[in-house]
């Protein structure tokens, strides 16, 4: 992406701030993009952005138009899976793939594209200052950028006896419940031979380990190369607990399924957004998580 690219912005999850949506819309215009609103971005159905027809027929038609070259999601929520159904998985599938943005709900897209064989973008919506630094980092990966993503490395939690770095695959994943509830669903993410990326906000540590326990009961975590668990924002639960948090669930979990465990990558619901491609390799060495090759839509 460069300046002049086209932006379709859809709506497929909750239903939009106008104020907040407009100062983003106007701060990608400030930058040079040439940015389009989906037909029924101001509609609304209950807390989502328009009924689940709506949103689908919005988001196929972003997706399939051959004239733009990206498609930023106004914000997350909850209400993406409900319109997966809805796609024409086959039609998507003919169209050239391009840049996806987006993240929280948008986890559910990413799945899917990515099962699809499209290069997907975990990153800022557009319910933001795109001027900021979490804007500017963002419009650099996806515009074709490499190198260092983050600025320190992750600790290394949880050890397997088979790990040898450094680990390049590529990635998949997104918000920890958005994900679970894609499990036996049509939309269930394969993470054989990828990392895991999972992040979580205002879930306390038993909803947490509830959810990390139903991924090695059904097999996922085992699967993984490795999980890296980006953040857990406003996760904590009983203060006579302090003791024992989100870290400390999720490294149990990661330890009963014999998988390596990564943590502290700021990705996801924290202020720092750091913006990851999903379903492209990353590489993984002494903590440092590196885009060796500018991810593009394949």
Known sequence: ???????????????????????????????G??????EHIWHSAGYLAGTDEMRARDLEEALVDESLDAVFLARGGWGTLRALPLLDA????????????????????????????????HGPV???????ENGIEALRIVGGGSGFIGDSPMEHLWQSQDFSGPLTTPWVGGNLSVFCASLKTPFEVDVRDKVL??????????????????LRLAGVLSQACAIVFGEAIRCQGDPELADYGPRDVVMEQCRRAGVDLFWG???GHGVKKLTLPLGWPLSIEDGWVRLTEAAVGS
């Open 1 to 31: 992406m460069t300046r002049g690219s086209r932006i379709r912005v859809v709506a497929p999850a909750g239903r939009v701030n106008r104020e907040r949506l407009e100062q983003g819309v106007l701060g990608l215009q400030g930058l």
């Open 33 to 38: 993009f040439e940015v389009s609103l989906a």
């Open 90 to 121: 086959e039609r998507i599938a003919r169209a050239t793939p391009k840049v996806v943005l987006g993240y929280s709900d948008i986890t559910a897209l990413h799945g899917f594209l990515n099962g699809l064989g499209w290069v997907t973008f």
């Open 126 to 132: 557009v319910e933001m200052d795109w001027k900021s």
């Open 197 to 214: 990326y999972l992040e979580e906000v205002q879930e306390p540590p038993y909803r947490i380990d509830r959810m990390m326990t139903q």
């Open 265 to 267: 990558l700021p990705a």
